[in-house]
């Protein structure tokens, strides 16, 4: 259970051929367990009481934790003990959420600040963060199941808690085995109905649901082998040292392609996991308009509109998806009150950065989503009101050469934007950003400045005035 890099074995010449390290091959061997306790529970306790299923959750899950973290597993066992204390003396209230969010957020903060090294490391902090967003929604939940419910929303109204769920209980939410390690983000209402038979029930209780598990997990493994291939072809390594080697327009484009290959090593773990929860049905997401059952409840990623997306908000619609909503429902919606939209979604990203850890790239990174985001939807409009470009994009040939602008415009900057978020430390991506003379910096940056010059240009409103 040691993470030293011991290469003999099975595993270790598993890592050694893959060029990754042994905790990697542990977390990738951890999510593919899965599958047979998937089987093991629909097999013997998919019926049974939803106590007894709990244990085999959570000795699922504590297995899982302990193989790859060894005794660190006990992280998770305090913070949820911590929280379900809390819950129990003051759940529902104002004070619970406040305890239960600096509680976890501290506890996981101390975590990053104990265990940070200069590079990506796979530690107990890894699962710690999913766990904190889930034991942060339960207070949440329990909170607006104590309000008037025509003051919730939609979403609060299907998610919240009119009781504490038993510690049994919470604590096989949090080890669920489909998800303890690296997520997907669900919410304990969800699990509930799981184990409790309702989505056996509503589903049919047919074996669907394993084709639509094969389907993701295959889809899985083919972005695993993208992103090997594209990390053997462009690696760090190479991009630290050899890109000043390269004319600017090629810097650019290998600053893209470089940023997307790396945006697959979490794909790949999505979509495996994914794969898993479909697997055990806890995925079961009603029907659609066909009466056919869908299983993407647990979707963390739109590969559709990831591949095909021509503004950087469609690679934030599409990625990560599970913790964007959870971000999106206990944090920003929860900050209305400031009467911001503008705060809010910078508060949130601050949030989302502290949520991931200390390293500088995370903030960088979160900091050029903000900028970008301000860009794309300021110059939306003016766009919109330019008829030359609106008939540009109307005509086939037109709309094809915006589409290669607007894609080229993708992949650059989404790379510039996540480069620091893989490197973490600033005096790695700093270089990178030198590379490319900082050319993303000073385009979103000065935008605000020029915005009243730029937009009546593109618009074309000074042309009207003119005529």
Same mark, same amino acid.
């Given at each position: 259970m040691s993470g030293n890099q011991d290469y003999s074995g099975l595993f270790g010449t598993l890592a050694h051929t893959l060029g990754c390290t042994m905790p990697a091959i542990r977390l990738l061997v951890s999510i593919f367990l899965g599958f047979p306790f998937a089987y093991i529970h629909r097999r013997f306790?998919?019926?049974?009481? &939803?106590?007894?299923?709990?244990?085999?959750? *959570?000795?699922? +899950?504590?297995?899982?934790?302990?193989? /790859?973290?060894?005794? /660190?597993?006990?992280?998770?066992?305090? =913070?949820? #003990?911590?929280? %379900?204390?809390?819950?129990?003396?003051?759940?529902?209230?104002?004070?619970?959420? !406040?305890?239960?969010?600096?509680? /976890?957020?501290?506890?996981? #903060?101390?975590?990053?600040?104990?265990?940070?090294?200069?590079?990506?490391? *796979?530690?107990?902090?890894?699962?710690?963060?999913?766990?904190?967003? $889930?034991?942060? +929604?339960?207070?949440?939940?329990?909170?607006?199941? $104590?309000?008037?419910? @025509?003051?919730? @929303? =939609?979403?609060?109204?299907?998610?919240?808690?009119?009781?504490?769920?038993?510690?049994?209980?919470? =604590? =096989?939410?949090?080890?669920? &085995?489909?998800?303890?390690?690296?997520? &997907?983000?669900?919410?304990?209402?969800?699990?509930?109905? %799981?184990?409790? +038979?309702?989505?056996?029930?509503e589903s049919g209780g047919g074996s669907d649901h394993i084709e639509a598990g094969f389907t993701r997990t295959m889809q899985?493994?083919?972005?695993?082998?993208?992103?090997?291939?594209?990390?053997?072809? !462009?690696?760090?390594?190479?991009? !630290?040292?050899?890109?000043?080697?390269?004319?600017?327009?090629? $810097?650019?484009?290998?600053?893209g392609l470089w940023g997307r290959v790396n945006l697959y090593k979490y794909i790949c773990c999505w979509l495996l996991s994914e794969g898993v929860c479909i697997t055990f049905g806890i995925s079961y997401n009603g029907k659609d308009e066909n009466g056919s059952t869908k299983w993407d409840g647990c979707k963390n990623v739109d590969l559709k509109r990831f591949e095909n997306a021509t503004e950087f908000s469609h690679y934030i619609q599409s990625f990560n998806m599970n913790t964007n909503e959870w971000c999106s429902e206990y944090v920003y919606k929860r900050l209305k009150f400031m009467g911001s939209r503008f705060a809010s979604q910078f508060l949130t990203l601050v949030f989302l950065a502290?949520?991931?850890?200390?390293? @500088? +790239?995370? %903030?960088?990174?979160?900091? /050029?989503?903000f900028i970008i985001m301000y860009f794309e939807r300021d110059i939306a409009s003016a766009l919109k009101k330019n008829q030359s470009i609106q008939a540009t994009a109307n005509h086939p040939l037109g709309g094809i050469l915006i589409w290669i602008i607007l894609k080229l415009y993708t992949l650059v900057f989404m790379g510039y934007a996540f480069i620091p978020f893989h490197l973490l430390s600033y005096t790695r991506y700093l270089k990178i950003y030198s590379s490319v003379y900082w050319i993303g910096s000073i385009i979103f940056l000065s935008y605000p400045f020029l915005a009243p010059f730029i937009k009546p240009l593109i618009s074309g409103r000074r042309r009207a005035h003119v005529d």
């Open positions: 306790f998919i019926n049974k009481s &939803p106590e007894l299923q709990h244990i085999f959750f *959570i000795l699922c +899950g504590t297995f899982l934790g302990a193989w /790859n973290f060894g005794w /660190n597993v006990g992280h998770s066992a305090l =913070a949820l #003990s911590a929280t %379900y204390l809390i819950l129990r003396l003051f759940g529902g209230s104002t004070l619970s959420i !406040i305890l239960t969010f600096v509680f /976890n957020m501290g506890y996981l #903060s101390y975590g990053y600040w104990v265990t940070t090294t200069d590079g990506y490391d *796979i530690k107990w902090t890894m699962p710690h963060c999913v766990l904190t967003l $889930r034991l942060i +929604g339960i207070a949440f939940n329990l909170s607006d199941g $104590r309000k008037d419910e @025509s003051k919730l @929303s =939609a979403y609060q109204k299907k998610e919240c808690l009119k009781a504490l769920p038993s510690f049994l209980e919470i =604590a =096989a939410f949090v080890y669920f &085995p489909g998800s303890f390690l690296v997520g &997907p983000q669900f919410t304990v209402k969800r699990y509930q109905n %799981y184990v409790s +038979g309702v989505f056996i029930k899985g493994f083919l972005y695993l082998f993208f992103y090997q291939l594209g990390t053997y072809i !462009i690696s760090d390594q190479y991009m !630290i040292s050899k890109l000043d080697t390269h004319n600017y327009i090629s $810097r650019l484009l290998l600053l502290i949520w991931h850890g200390f390293h @500088s +790239g995370y %903030y960088v990174t979160f900091f /050029n989503e």
